[in-house]
């Protein structure tokens, strides 16, 4: 039934682009624009954090949640396939945070090729690599992020053949 | 032809390959904060005046092997005729404190090469010695250095020549040497140094004395191109910038001036901007260490290749200055130094044959904040 599907990723869309929208506030509010994409921000946000706690880790369970719920729907067709979206995600989100462990993120920082420091955003690569920490409750936060993801994929698949 | 639920189109997947780009973009995007430079929207080196640009405490550093394949390894050629060859493992990390004054005027006051970090020496000599072979330094602790110059206060690291494997440990006054776990040996500091020349010590002693010498030799280029980082403005105006060196309080060595001079020569133009090249000149320059008996003379050059400096632009803050860069960019610093030790007897000053050594090859150095 197309229509129930584009029903299906349209919601699917809706709640990345709004999981990605939370991630982008913890970053803007809580960490003072600390980040790449935020440069030039100014964070008049002084008092205490709006995510609390919960923003040191949500940032990857929202991330890992959102971009699995927007390959979902884009493989919309082939529902099979979930379990390895789930399961490849989870494990590239798994090593950007391994690469940042020491001495490993010296040795990622120093393959990347030269030219990635002309090309925006690869630019950060490095100090992704050299400045991140890995933290395995990050990796703890990108697990329930993937398990999240496919518990609402599966939902709404069933509440949609209903 | 309509597709149905039963029937999609193949094409559709690709759609995975912008969705991934995007999402991996978006990962690195989280780094890099506080960073700032021509892709990155904000202002670079060339819109801050560099004398009103705030530093932070403490700055990260990162040493690594010049990715230029026609620059050697960071390599000392002792009177000997033994070669030591710096090789670093991917990047050396270490953390620096600093202290800045009303003028700007930076102190280094210590600093920590963070533990994991490792490099590769590698030893020839001719005829071959119980030392050569390549052999890999890794730090196991933190290894402090509260003063710059100084040797360390805390840490260990381990001299690894498969299957041998050294653990060194700084402990008061000195370090503890122990080979595959056995018992630990103590020395001084200058014990410790001075295992290396002593050829009637077991190799692995002398080993890691080098590995001890290596840290010092390592650290002193560094610090001595961090040094003048804050006055290359000035060169860039005074263009060369010519100094001189200290003057012998005495009989110079035969051959040598009574006072050489030190120059350092900007080779662009308009204003200091990333990828600026310097040379910096030493001609028969001399350091005077106040209550030493042995000093320095340098001559020879060093060329500072691939300048960069980037500055936060919303808090004007210093966040990456240094030659060279972390991911293959070319530059860095490249030595080609004749390195002599002199001795005062009486007001005359000798230089021993067995006390110059050379230094050429490189290694890129970048700072950066936290």
């Known amino acids: 039934m197309p229509r129930g599907q584009h029903r299906e990723e349209a919601t699917l869309l809706f709640l990345a682009a709004l999981l990605l929208v939370v991630g982008v506030l913890v970053y803007a509010v809580d960490r003072g624009g600390a980040a790449y994409f935020l440069t030039g921000w100014d964070s008049s946000h002084d008092g205490a954090a709006l995510f609390g706690p919960v923003g040191h880790h949500l940032p990857t369970f929202v991330h890992s949640l959102a971009v699995i719920l927007v390959m979902a729907a884009v493989l919309r067709p082939w529902t099979q396939l979930l379990p390895a979206i789930v399961i490849g995600w989870f494990t590239i989100e798994c090593l950007f945070e391994v690469g940042q462990i020491s001495p490993l993120d010296g040795h990622v920082a120093s393959a990347m090729p030269a030219w990635f420091d002309k090309v925006p955003v690869l630019e950060a690569g490095a100090d992704y690599f050299m400045n991140g920490t890995y933290d395995p409750l990050d990796v703890l936060s990108i697990g329930l992020g993937a398990a999240a993801a496919y518990w609402i994929v599966r939902t709404i698949e069933r509440g949609d053949s209903r | 032809m309509i597709r149905t639920d039963d029937n999609p189109s193949p094409w559709r997947a690709l759609w995975l390959i912008p969705v991934s780009v995007f999402a991996v973009l978006t990962i690195v995007a989280t780094g890099g904060g506080g960073g700032d430079d021509d892709g990155g929207g904000g202002g670079s080196i060339d819109d801050v005046d560099p004398g009103a640009v705030n530093l932070l405490p403490s700055y990260n550093f990162f040493l690594t092997n010049d990715s230029d394949p026609g620059t050697a390894l960071l390599t000392a050629s002792l009177a000997s ?37 490792q490099f590769d020496l590698l030893v020839m000599s001719m005829p071959i010695t119980p030392i050569d072979g390549r052999f890999t330094v890794i730090l196991t602790e933190d290894l402090t250095f509260d003063t710059i110059g100084a040797p360390p206060t805390s840490g260990a690291f381990d001299v690894i020549k498969s299957p041998d ?27 410790f140094a001075n295992l290396l020349d002593d050829e009637t010590q077991e190799a692995w002693l002398r080993q890691a004395s080098l590995a001890g010498g290596a840290f010092e030799l390592l650290y002193g280029y560094f610090f001595d191109v961090a040094d003048i980082l804050d006055e290359l403005e ?5 263009n060369p910038l010519v100094e001189s060196c200290d003057m012998f309080t005495g009989s110079p060595p035969d051959g040598v001036l009574a006072q050489g001079e030190v120059t350092v020569t900007w080779t662009g133009s308009g204003e200091l901007s990333e990828g600026d090249d310097f040379v910096w000149d030493f001609n028969q320059c001399w350091f005077d260490e106040p209550n030493d008996v042995t000093d320095e003379l340098l001559d020879g050059t060093v060329l500072l290749e691939n300048y960069t400096e980037t500055v936060d632009f919303d808090t004007n803050t210093l966040f990456e200055i240094g030659f060279g860069g972390l991911s293959g960019q070319p530059g860095g610093v490249i030595l080609d130094l004749t390195v002599s030790e002199t001795v005062e007897d009486n007001g005359v000053f000798t230089i021993a044959a067995d006390d110059v050594i050379s230094i050429y090859g490189g290694f890129a150095m970048i700072i950066q904040a936290p």
Request: charged content about 15%; proline content about 0%; hydrophobic content about 40%.
């Open chain 2, 81 to 117: 005729g033994t070669l030591v060859s710096f090789d670093i493992d991917g990047l050396l990390a270490n953390t620096l404190d600093i202290s800045v004054d009303s003028n700007n005027e930076v102190t280094f006051l210590s600093y920590v090469a963070r533990r994991s970090s």
């Open chain 2, 165 to 191: 494997s050294i653990s060194v440990t700084v402990v008061a006054g000195g370090v503890e040497l122990s080979l595959n776990g056995g018992e630990a040996i103590s020395y001084t500091w200058d014990e």
């Open chain 2, 234 to 238: 000035l060169a860039t105006v005074t």
